[in-house]
């Protein structure tokens, strides 16, 4: 069987109710944003970074990155399903109301994404921490412009990335 086969068979397969598969079109851009993109992104930025751990009453400095290609895998797999959902909201469901500016953010997370992409393809961790960022920066560049009613939970890309 070959590889486009598989990829169609496989998103047939997830358009069939596994929630894994594409959003469902008529999701409100709240619930998409706190559905897929917040945990499309979390998966990308938790896959590199540095932890202070209380081990045995001691703290224990530790960097984290992605070492099996299983980890690497899933980190790829995030920033490929967020260059999906950033082309998601340049559909109409998701413009309709908002300015020009809309599609340009969402046409940077899409780039941002793509990279997010190569970064893990080359196996470079201080790039996929790097892109991170950028990425971080592009969500919370979206909010300032249109802010959340309720305002954002206390995760959420707001002003600058970690550092
Ligand atoms: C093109 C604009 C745009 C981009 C880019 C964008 N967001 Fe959002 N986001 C919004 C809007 C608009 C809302 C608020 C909707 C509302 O409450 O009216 C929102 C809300 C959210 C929320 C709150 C959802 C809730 O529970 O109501 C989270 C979390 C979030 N975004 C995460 C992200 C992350 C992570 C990224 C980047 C990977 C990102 N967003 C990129 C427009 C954007």
Redesign the pocket.
Known sequence: MNKALLATLAATTLLGGCNQGPPAPDKT??QL??ED??PT?EVYWNAVGHVSELVDGEVVERDFRPETEADWQRTRDAATR?VEL?NL?TEPGYTEGRGED?VQ??NS?AEVARLAEQAADSRDPEQVFEVGGT?YS??SA??QV?P???G??ED??VGAPPA
């Open positions: 851009i709240q944003m706190a993109v917040q992104a967020m950033a909201l809309w953010f969402s997370l990425m592009v969500c979206c909010h249109y959340p009613a309720e954002l939970p959420a890309p």
